[in-house]
């Protein structure tokens, strides 16, 4: 389903399949995004959260790559065993972009590759799509006062140049292209994996039916959303506006209903 | 094992990963668990500087269940010589072996020849068998076909004595010294047989986590005894890794940034024994195999510097040559620095006072210079030591009181320059510049040719026989922009005929001055007034060998001695693992890569009487750089440590060497002197393993990342890391601070608790390990302590390299006192 706010002929949907099996959680994304986007460092600060120091997405971090360090067992060593999960991720650029439906000046658009965009010269720092972003995404610049977000590299696409982190990414674990590709290729890699004996291993965000109708930027993952502090089951926060206004506008309807009966009784 | 690809070569990791979605198995052996280690399919947590234990016990595993790839074993490697009745193993000498002179701490490694073979003529010079980069290739051996027993049998052949060397290399020993549990040893020893053989090939990678150690060169002997056993030399998938530490190092080595080699690994002659050019090249010129035609190689070199001032009369200018007169590698020459020995010292690309062992003594080493050059991209701390550093800040050091003159000069990054990187497969990669280089950013072959070209005119009109070679120099590139042409010099580096044009690789280079050559090896890279290493014919457009995108030393082989890819016969071991083979219609030897083989020497080619070099090496003696065709199970010569590797404890350790009274590698080179006191004088005050390494983050000593808002804030801090136990024994907490202690040091650093350093058991106890990147200095975005300061100077004795990887410490909760 395209969204109105769309462009008048669309074009192929673009989008990222991120394959955390084999991030090897060098960080190439995170910092050929900033050379390309000019995105200012995030802080010098030591989190002591395994080798992550960005901590998460945000206005100056717009890929980040989590470490996750879990106990396993190994046939070896019994409980003794760890694994290392990294995962590199960004905006979901969502079907339903709850950030691009409660932006009050446009800012925000929905592009000819069917990604999510925010217009900088437009966005008037009014916030709104902060807390209507179910991922957490979408962050406010302190010293500009406007928000800013993965663009999947509008202008490189407009170029035909792939996204500055696909680009970099040495074991093409960030994939650009089609997303109808990317999710056939996906289906395949989980499929191999599952036969390999990776039972948890898992497609986050390539389901049209789930609650923002999908991700343009969907991932392989390899274990449960929430153990790379991603959202389990993810609603767009504007899906219950209509019903929240029909309500509304009934309980205001009963209230004029009430007041006039009122008003008649006193009559 | 000793490399974390995927951290330090994450590019070239992507191959790895290539070949584990096509289905290989990855292994990784390391003290850490690390990002390499979380793509791996086993992984195998090993005490720092136990590695020879545990590769010496897979060796006694093929052996003892015979897994041996045993055809290749007996037609290619050294196993059948007989070995002189006077070697004496460290079996029998309780760790050391025969020919120790305790006066002189050093071998003399005649007995360790082949029986009824004369002495080779390094035999019992020390400082010329310390050449060891030199003798890698083409070690001495002397004229004469050796005793050989093809069935194996004779108690005195190399298959029987490397037997009896590593018999006590056991799963048990590997659990005790290694702190693996046996079951995973078995495990790792199976799995490398199990996937070597006519179908199957293995490949080790190795770094610095095998080379920086007191008995570095020996570790990676030890993998060349396993992978020449299971017949995984020069077959496609097989062979040794040395993953190495920058873009080019592997071209530092190959077009020498070191003291004692010249281009294509020719070694520097040595005032004692090379005073002329016949002396020089009667003792580097092997009876056969390539290293036959060192007077080629050698001639054609003088020709590319001297020209046509090199002639016949003078030697080709071989007097023009320095001279070296013992070790004059980096760490000698730092203490030569302190002792007042060295006036002036240029730094490029590196950043001693950081990245080098034993931090202070570099900076105070500075501090007795009359001059210092430093050029990088960034003011470093090696030059601005004598403002900011430590010393100052502690107040031991006055600048007021430091009389070197420094002289900072801004470098041009390689995007702004042209140039070609050698990677670890040996390929020449052109690159071409991107930008221009800001301000007074300028390249390194411009401040050379510069610097060169004001010299001369300094000297012009000197009649001084000194300045001759200076002034002789052939000096002649074109410029662009102020800038010699680098391809310019990579066409002399490929060198010319005498008709002026390209030569097409080294087997045209004559002794007699008509062929000009600046590095032998290279010949080859601009045939055909071509640059072939600019070649960028997409993989897809070519089979996977990739022969026309850029170009691999020598001859654009892709993988070194693959006449060992066929069986003695010429036909390949199996269809699966072919590479090349003997073409019986068209008589010469053909396959997917260029055969690494005189192309027409059949595989029954026997050589006849007095033949020479390459001649003299039969048709199924494919290892065509040694002396003798074979690979070198049993080493006579070439190492100044011993003919075989042995588990040596690091000079630093916190055990006894169990298998050993000699503790420690004997030949180790050791400085006992002031300010470089070792942890062996107070042991039990440090109590711990400490080992350093990198992070995909930050590059070496940081001069090109910490300045970098975009890379310095992924590693922001300075950090330990250590296990859960550790941090509960001691008090450590995550993201608090500790002190880390050696002899020399005490160093702070932010704590990271991490289960991926796991406690080992080790005979019978408990042991810590410490982990700690190297990346910072006082200077940056970010800053932090040097880990290198907490290291002492004890190297490795073939290639004198310091021992960071493995090394004792204590660690304690809270910031070092100030």
């Given at each position: 389903m395209r969204h109105p706010a769309g462009p008048a002929t669309p074009m192929t949907r673009m989008g990222f399949f991120t394959d955390t099996s084999i991030c090897i959680g060098c960080k190439a994304c995170e910092v050929a995004c900033k050379e390309w986007n000019d995105v200012p460092d995030d802080g010098f600060d030591f989190l002591a959260t395994s080798y992550d120091n960005t901590g998460g997405l945000s206005a100056d971090t717009w890929r980040h790559v989590a470490f996750v360090e879990q106990p396993v067992s190994v046939p070896a060593l019994g409980e003794n065993g760890i694994r290392w999960l990294m995962s590199s991720d960004v905006c979901k650029h969502c079907t339903h972009a709850a950030c691009l439906e409660v932006c009050p000046t446009g800012a925000l658009f929905r592009t000819e590759f069917d990604t999510v965009v925010v217009q900088q010269d437009i966005c008037n720092g009014c916030g709104y799509c902060v807390p209507a972003c179910p991922f957490g995404v979408i962050d406010e610049r302190e010293s500009d006062g406007r928000v800013w977000k993965c663009t999947l590299c509008y202008d490189r696409l407009k170029s035909d140049l792939e996204?500055?982190?696909?680009?970099?990414?040495?074991?093409?674990?960030?994939?650009?292209?089609?997303?109808?590709?990317?999710?056939?290729?996906?289906?395949?890699?989980?499929?191999?994996?599952?036969?390999?004996?990776?039972?948890?291993?898992?497609?986050?965000?390539?389901?049209?039916?789930?609650?923002?109708?999908?991700?343009?930027?969907?991932?392989?993952?390899?274990?449960?959303?929430?153990?790379?502090?991603?959202?389990?089951?993810?609603?767009?926060?504007t899906r219950d506006l209509p019903r929240m206004w029909r309500a509304a506008a009934g309980a205001a309807l009963a209230l004029v209903g009430a007041v006039a009966a009122a008003c008649a009784r006193q009559r | 094992m000793g490399s974390n690809m995927a951290e330090c070569h994450p590019v070239g990791f992507q191959w790895v990963m290539e070949a584990k979605a096509a289905g290989a198995r990855v292994i990784h052996v390391d003290p850490r668990f690390t990002r390499t280690s979380a793509l791996a399919d086993t992984f195998v947590a090993l005490r720092a500087g136990s590695d020879i234990a545990f590769l010496g016990a897979i060796v006694n595993h093929i052996l003892t269940n015979r897994r041996e790839f045993r055809e290749y074993v007996v037609a290619y490697t050294n196993a059948s010589s007989i070995v002189g009745d006077d070697f004496r193993d460290t079996e029998d000498l309780d760790g050391l072996f025969s020919g120790w002179d305790p006066e002189e701490k050093a071998y003399d490694p005649s007995t360790w020849q082949y029986a009824g073979m004369p002495v080779a003529p390094s035999a019992g010079h020390r400082e010329a068998a310390a050449q060891?980069?030199?003798?890698?290739?083409?070690?001495?051996?002397?004229?004469?076909?050796?005793?050989?027993?093809?069935?194996?049998?004779?108690?005195?052949?190399?298959?029987?004595?490397?037997?009896?060397?590593?018999?006590?290399?056991?799963?048990?020993?590997?659990?005790?010294?290694?702190?693996?549990?046996?079951?995973?040893?078995?495990?790792?020893?199976?799995?490398?047989?199990?996937?070597?053989?006519?179908?199957?090939?293995?490949?080790?990678?190795?770094?610095?986590?095998?080379?920086?150690?007191?008995?570095?060169?020996?570790?990676?002997?030890?993998?060349?005894?396993?992978?020449?056993?299971?017949?995984?030399?020069?077959?496609?998938?097989?062979?040794?890794?040395?993953?190495?530490g920058h873009a080019s190092i592997q071209g530092s080595t190959d077009i020498p940034t070191l003291y004692n080699i010249l281009p294509g690994y020719l070694p520097m002659p040595h005032a004692a024994t090379h005073q002329t050019l016949a002396d020089y090249i009667a003792a580097n010129?092997?009876?056969?195999?390539?290293?036959?035609?060192?007077?080629?190689?050698?001639?054609?070199?003088?020709?590319?510097?001297?020209?046509?001032?090199?002639?016949?009369?003078?030697?080709?200018?071989?007097?023009?040559?320095?001279?070296?007169?013992?070790?004059?590698?980096?760490?000698?020459?730092?203490?030569?620095?302190?002792?007042?020995?060295?006036?002036?010292?240029?730094?490029?690309?590196?950043?001693?006072?950081?990245?080098?062992?034993?931090?202070?003594?570099?900076?105070?080493?500075?501090?007795?210079?009359?001059?210092?050059?430093?050029?990088?991209?960034?003011?470093?701390?090696?030059?601005s030591f004598w403002k900011d550093g430590p010393e100052i800040d502690s107040g031991e050091l006055k600048t007021a009181e430091i009389a070197t003159e420094v002289f900072f000069l801004p470098a041009a990054a390689h995007t702004e320059k042209d140039g070609s990187f050698t990677q670890t497969q040996r390929m020449l990669q052109w690159h071409t510049k991107a930008v221009e280089p800001q301000g007074d950013c300028r390249s390194e072959l411009w401040f050379y040719w510069h610097l060169g070209r004001i010299i001369r005119e300094k000297l012009g009109g000197s009649t001084d026989e000194r300045d001759r070679p200076v002034l002789d120099l052939t000096w002649d590139y074109p410029l662009v922009d102020g800038d010699p042409a680098a391809a310019t010099v990579l066409r002399e580096i490929n060198g010319v005929g005498p008709d002026g044009r390209t030569v097409s690789g080294y087997?045209?280079?004559?002794?007699?001055?008509?062929?000009?050559?600046?590095?032998?090896?290279?010949?080859?890279?601009?045939?055909?007034?071509?640059?072939?290493?600019?070649?960028?014919?997409?993989?897809?457009?070519?089979?996977?060998?990739?022969?026309?995108?850029?170009?691999?030393?020598?001859?654009?082989?892709?993988?070194?001695?693959?006449?060992?890819?066929?069986?003695?016969?010429?036909?390949?071991?199996?269809?699966?693992?072919?590479?090349?083979?003997?073409?019986?219609?068209?008589?010469?030897?053909?396959?997917?890569?260029?055969?690494?083989?005189?192309?027409?020497?059949?595989?029954?080619?026997?050589?006849?009487?007095?033949?020479?070099?390459?001649?003299?090496?039969?048709?199924?003696?494919?290892?065509?750089?040694?002396?003798?065709?074979?690979?070198?199970?049993?080493?006579?010569?070439?190492?100044?440590?011993?003919?075989?590797?042995?588990?040596?404890?690091?000079?630093?350790?916190?055990?006894?060497?169990?298998?050993?009274?000699?503790?420690?590698?004997?030949?180790?080179?050791?400085f006992r002197r002031k300010g470089n006191r070792y942890n062996d004088e107070d042991g039990k005050a440090y109590p711990f393993v400490m080992t350093t390494y990198r992070l995909t983050e930050h590059h070496t000593a940081g001069g090109m990342s910490r300045f970098l808002p975009h890379l310095a804030e992924l590693q922001p801090e300075m950090f330990c890391e250590v296990s859960p136990a550790l941090a509960a024994e001691r008090g450590l907490v995550n993201g608090g601070w500790a002190t880390i202690s050696s002899a020399r040091t005490a160093i702070e650093a932010r704590v990271l608790v991490t289960d991926r350093v796991k406690p080992l058991t080790v005979q019978g106890r408990v042991l810590h390990q410490v982990g700690l990147p190297y990346h910072w200095g006082w200077k940056g975005l970010v800053t932090g302590d040097a880990a290198n300061d907490l290291f002492a100077l004890a190297l490795d004795p073939n290639v004198h390299i310091q021992e960071v990887k493995a090394a004792t410490c204590d660690i304690q909760p809270g910031r070092r006192p100030r």
């Open positions: 996204p500055a982190c696909a680009k970099a990414c040495p074991t093409k674990s960030i994939q650009f292209g089609p997303l109808d590709e990317l999710r056939a290729r996906a289906a395949g890699r989980l499929g191999a994996l599952r036969e390999a004996g990776v039972a948890d291993a898992r497609l986050y965000g390539a389901d049209e039916t789930d609650g923002v109708g999908g991700f343009g930027a969907f991932f392989l993952l390899l274990d449960k959303p929430e153990v790379y502090g991603l959202p389990p089951d993810p609603v767009v926060t | 060891g980069e030199a003798h890698g290739h083409g070690a001495k051996l002397a004229a004469g076909e050796p005793a050989t027993d093809p069935t194996l049998d004779d108690p005195r052949c190399v298959f029987q004595i490397l037997k009896r060397h590593f018999a006590r290399y056991t799963p048990e020993l590997v659990e005790e010294v290694c702190g693996v549990p046996r079951e995973q040893f078995l495990e790792v020893a199976e799995a490398l047989c199990a996937n070597s053989g006519r179908e199957r090939t293995t490949a080790m990678c190795y770094a610095v986590g095998w080379t920086q150690h007191t008995v570095g060169a020996q570790y990676i002997r030890t993998a060349a005894i396993i992978q020449l056993l299971l017949g995984n030399m020069g077959r496609p998938g097989g062979g040794i890794l040395a993953l190495r010129t092997a009876p056969g195999g390539f290293w036959g035609h060192t007077d080629a190689y050698v001639v054609s070199l003088l020709k590319a510097w001297w020209g046509d001032a090199a002639t016949a009369e003078n030697d080709w200018c071989y007097d023009y040559l320095p001279f070296i007169t013992g070790d004059h590698s980096a760490y000698r020459t730092t203490l030569d620095m302190v002792d007042g020995k060295v006036k002036g010292y240029f730094v490029m690309g590196e950043n001693p006072v950081v990245g080098s062992a034993n931090g202070k003594l570099q900076r105070l080493a500075l501090t007795k210079l009359d001059w210092m050059v430093v050029r990088d991209l960034v003011e470093i701390e090696t030059a087997t045209a280079l004559k002794a007699d001055g008509s062929t000009r050559c600046g590095c032998w090896i290279y010949s080859g890279c601009y045939a055909d007034e071509v640059n072939q290493t600019a070649r960028r014919r997409p993989g897809h457009e070519q089979t996977h060998y990739a022969l026309e995108w850029g170009w691999a030393w020598p001859a654009n082989r892709r993988i070194l001695y693959n006449r060992a890819s066929a069986d003695p016969s010429g036909k390949p071991w199996s269809e699966r693992k072919k590479l090349i083979w003997w073409d019986e219609a068209e008589g010469k030897w053909t396959g997917e890569d260029v055969p690494d083989f005189v192309i027409d020497k059949p595989p029954d080619y026997a050589p006849v009487e007095g033949a020479k070099a390459e001649h003299a090496l039969r048709g199924d003696e494919p290892f065509v750089m040694q002396t003798d065709g074979k690979g070198w199970l049993f080493a006579p010569s070439g190492l100044v440590d011993g003919p075989l590797p042995s588990h040596y404890e690091p000079h630093e350790s916190p055990f006894t060497n169990p298998l050993y009274a000699q503790q420690a590698n004997p030949a180790r080179q050791m």
